[in-house]
């Protein structure tokens, strides 16, 4: 009975039992389980610690990492059949959609690292592709591209704007927060970036005169707007004739807890909506496509451009 009631007094934690579930469809590392529940990560550590000596989590060493994964279920069976039905029973739960969407995200980010991707064809399935990744190969690409000013709107902590600022000559960055801002320069300086500028507005109410930037970048940022349609205005006004807007965003979905968890105004749009946005912005040779998609995702990234005539 003290045993039962030491495993029952283990489980009676959200936390622990929202990690349990999270394993349950994937061995993660700790960085991982910290991003996909939201915890500090000493938190998550000591979570699994514990989960570790009662024996419902195992370690186990590959490439460098330490992952975690499930246990056997030898002996425990009965109380795994309970979980089980609780864990299926929760998938509307808010708390454990926006686990499950985060944990695509980690899912995702791990298949498009080829640093970590291993060929089918080898006879052990282990040969690694060192040296490969798509951050390096949009670098490359930025190499090609001519010496222009950039703005990235809502540039949020600034890590594409640091992407930008690689290849552009200069990059306006502007949010609204500005502890936010601060954290993003704060980046810049540890990356020894010195050709931003970062300026606090709002997305319908630019800081910038018009035609100053040939383009205006808006990268996950449309959904927070207040107007989505009034930022695509002020993203057509500040670029200069036959400049461009570049929008990546979410299309639309049913995910409510972004509402709370991450302060969306907007659950994503229809790629007729997002056209139709840049269209009555006055800009031309629009397109909308599909940037990122993979099943069991509940976010696709839609990208969207357009040119401002007159060049």
């Known amino acids: ?18 990690l349990l579930r999270v394993l349950g469809r994937e061995r993660l590392n700790v960085t991982e389980l910290t991003g996909i529940l939201g915890l500090a990560q000493s938190g998550v550590s000591r979570h699994l610690g514990l989960l570790k000596e009662a024996g419902f989590v195992v370690e186990e060493k590959d490439a460098g990492y330490t992952y975690y994964k499930l246990a056997e279920r030898n002996g425990q069976a009965a109380l795994w059949q309970v979980l089980d039905d609780q864990f299926a029973d929760a998938g509307a739960d808010p708390t454990v959609r926006a686990d499950e969407a985060r944990l695509q995200e980690v899912l995702r980010l ?3 690292n080829f640093e970590t991707h291993r060929s089918a064809d080898a006879p052990d399935a282990r040969q690694f592709v060192p040296g490969r990744s798509w951050a390096a190969w949009s670098r490359a690409l930025g190499l090609l591209m001519p010496a222009i000013t950039v703005a990235d709107l809502g540039c949020g902590e600034g890590y594409l704007t640091i992407e930008a600022a690689r290849w552009a000559k200069q990059v306006i960055a502007v949010d609204r927060s500005e502890v936010v801002l601060g954290r993003a320069k704060a980046l810049a300086r540890r990356r020894r970036v010195q050709n931003v500028t970062w300026k606090r507005g709002e997305l319908e109410k630019l800081p910038l005169k018009d035609g100053s930037v040939d383009v205006a970048l808006l990268s996950q940022a449309l959904h927070h707007a207040v107007s989505p349609a009034r930022a695509v205005v002020e993203a057509a006004r500040v670029v200069v004739a036959g400049g461009r807007v570049l929008v990546l965003d979410l299309r639309e979905h049913r995910e409510e807890w972004v509402r709370t968890k991450l302060g969306d105004r907007t659950l994503g749009f229809n790629d007729g909506e997002l056209k139709r946005m840049l269209t009555e912005a006055g800009l031309r040779d629009v397109k909308v496509g599909v940037g990122a998609s993979k099943a069991g995702d509940p976010f696709t990234v839609l990208i969207a451009s357009g040119t401002k005539p007159g060049k």
């Not at 003290?2 to 622990?16: F, H, I, K, P, T």
């Open 1 to 18: 009975m003290r045993q039962a009631s030491a495993v029952y007094r283990l489980l009676g934690d959200e936390a622990r039992l929202r």
């Open 110 to 112: 791990r298949k498009e």
